[in-house]
């Protein structure tokens, strides 16, 4: 069997319509899915939705109408998003579902085994919106003296009784597992602030509620159900087969990477990885948090009117160049601006002007001067020097996805695309068709090769596109294809809003 690659992305909270944030995890796990498929890894790709917690039920009872009715609804616009975006996933998972009731039941269980759930009174602030739980040093002040959560989140004072679970007991042996697994958290100014906050002390963490009954009901505890952190993180072990599947459990967990934003590492980093070290279950080999997508570099929220459905923006430009640029221009772990310009300006620079136009010409070129057929011509140095600056682009973009540095992987096989270019203007093969027909057919032989290799390469971040292309091109050794008319695979884009 090949080597197993598991990623996650964080599975979307569905009480509203997916956003543009949602679609760039989807899109830069699934390239990283796709790439490692590429290179030979046998790859399980997870994304879902988390359909528990208060929010949910308020949102439903807002619209009157059942919560799992309105789960159903909302995690299909997710699925149906997936779907849209060309998102090569194995398994869609819903926390609703039986299974996933079975799977967090039994890591309560286990938890519980291991000593480190009790029974208490909880009084604390508490974010709605954030399903989280905050200390009154973390608390900061917002208009009019109104007490706000670290996200800048409204917190309301909540008294209760629930389970709690011990993380105070955790805080060393996380401590001593970030220093031995110094990739476990990236990118690296993730790593340090959840450094900081595991130093400053741990408090044990509320694990259940009784105020609600949407949720997984808490094993020999009626009225509780497990506070939403827990419930969600077990998906991902849910999903590699535990608790009843330990072969499949075997091959999969623990997962390579959980692939998250930056605004929830904290549970990834600190809370799941205790829940894992008391239920005796390996820990995740990597957390990585990207940050936030910012619309013309405002953060995005309901109430300034600025959140962007990326339906519409996959209607408008289409999906592999929203793929395109939101892998290329946003550096992979920071925070990202977007507009409809800068989307057009990317996909047409690139994508039409650079690399489509390179192909569209030399393949016209093939099927109109030479019946369809490269045979082999004279070989000059210059087709050694171009091959070879391809190979190094398309090495540099494998160096860089392999390191989650997908922007920089991006840019470095556009320099295999520039060289393609200067290399066709400078040989000139409309020139040497009258002067040097055998030099000719090397030069467009050189070309066909790069641009298939190129094609290759960039497939996990456009795979529409490069599939449709390389479906035109002849493979190396296939001396029996013919190029027929070309049919062009990135048309130029135009604005059609004005305002994204």
Known sequence: MAEPFYITTAIHYPNGRPHIGHAYEMIAADAIARFQRQHGRDVFFQTGTDEHGLKMVQTARARGIEVRALADEMSGYFREMADKLDIS??????????????????????MAEAGDLYLDRYEGWYSVRDEAFYEEKELVEGEGGQKLSPQGT?????????????????????????????????????????LRFVEGGLSDLSVSRTSFDWGVPVPDSPGHVMYVWVDALTNYITGAGYPDDPERFATW????????????????????PAFLMSAKIALPKQVFGHGFLLNRGEKMSKSVGNVV?????????????????????????????????????????????SFGNL?????????????????????????????????????????????????????????????????????????LRKTDPDRMRAVLRTLIRAIRQLAVAIL?????????????????????????????????????????
């Open 154 to 194: 409204p917190v309301e004072w909540t008294a209760e009784e629930t389970w709690f679970f011990r993380l105070s007991k955790y805080q060393q042996p996380l401590l001593d597992f970030y220093a031995a697994n110094p990739d476990f958290i990236r990118p690296e100014s993730r790593r340090n602030e959840i």
């Open 309 to 353: 459905d990326p339906m519409a923006l996959v209607e408008l430009y289409g999906v592999d160049a929203l793929r395109y640029f939101l892998l290329r221009d946003v550096s992979f772990g920071q925070d990202g601006t977007f507009s409809d310009e800068a989307i057009v300006t990317r996909a047409n620079a690139d994508l039409a002007n």
């Open 89 to 110: 996933f194995d398994r869609f998972i819903r926390t609703s579902e039986a299974e996933h009731y079975k799977a967090s039941q039994a890591i309560w269980k286990a």
């Open 460 to 500: 996990p971040v456009i795979p529409t596109s490069a599939s449709k292309l390389l479906a035109q091109l002849p493979s190396a050794d296939d001396e029996g294809f013919r190029v027929g008319t070309p049919t062009p695979i990135f048309p130029r884009l135009e604005l059609k809003t004005e305002e994204a």
């Open 253 to 272: 967990w623990p997962a390579d990477i959980h692939l998250i934003g930056k605004d929830i590492v904290r549970f990834h980093a600190v809370y799941w």
């Open 359 to 431: 192909a569209q010409r030399t393949l016209a070129f093939i099927a109109k001067n030479c019946e369809g057929h490269v045979p082999e011509g004279r070989a000059e140095e210059a087709d050694a020097v171009l091959l070879a600056e391809v190979d190094t682009a398309c090495a540099a973009f494998r160096t860089a996805f392999d390191d989650l540095a997908l922007s920089q992987g991006v840019e470095a096989w556009m320099t295999g695309v520039f060289a393609c270019n200067q290399y066709i203007d400078a040989q000139a093969p409309w020139t």
